[in-house]
């Protein structure tokens, strides 16, 4: 960032760059008229990439991305655009005739190409070795139907570790049995006042041991 570029970013980063940072990013660094043509853009693949298709939004893109298009050739120079610039004209139109973008973009295949790459462990004979490591996976799995109950592998192991029964833990009051995992990292915060209000209160609404005392 010192030198105003951005580097190391995959695909999937650029797209979250263009749809949600470009009119952040760019809002105190550069001129009104400037910024305004780039947060279009920004707002042009919003609506595309959105998950509900709106067809009169479309219809409207369809009208105005030629005018977008010429407002960028205003700010940037022609060795800029290419065929790939040039193509924003059709993405309004491909998405009215084909739907929802989701369904048609790239990250599915760009995940189990790398997925095929981590098979890959001599790149002299790579057939051989996606071959190798696919025979293995169904071995394994094939196999796995055999385990006792109790193994735990990959064909009936818990998705998630809140899924483990806690309902033999000592604790009785129901409102600490729920299964829950933390989001992030643990660390020790002291609460105050208002907030030790609404943990309390909360406990004692929800409590059922609470509940005969509250009637």
Partial sequence: MKEMRLQGMKSHDCHVFMLNFIPIAFREMLPEPVWSVLTEVSLLFLILCS??????????????VATILCNLKKIFLSAFFNSMKHLIVHLPYEEHVGGPAQ???????????????????????????????????????????????????????????DELCMNDTPIHQSIFNYLDRASSASKNRWVNGSEHHIIEMYILTNCEIVIPYDQ
């Fill in 51 to 64: 998950m509900r298709l709106d067809v009169n939004k479309v219809k409207e893109l369809e009208a105005s």
């Fill in 103 to 161: 369904y048609r973009w790239m990250y599915p295949f760009e995940r189990f190409l790398w997925d095929l790459k981590m098979k890959v462990k001599n790149k002299a004979h790579v057939e051989a070795s996606n071959v190798e490591a696919y025979i293995i996976e169904e071995i394994s799995l094939f196999t796995s139907h055999y385990f006792a109950l109790q193994i735990l592998c990959k064909r009936n192991n818990p998705r998630r570790i």
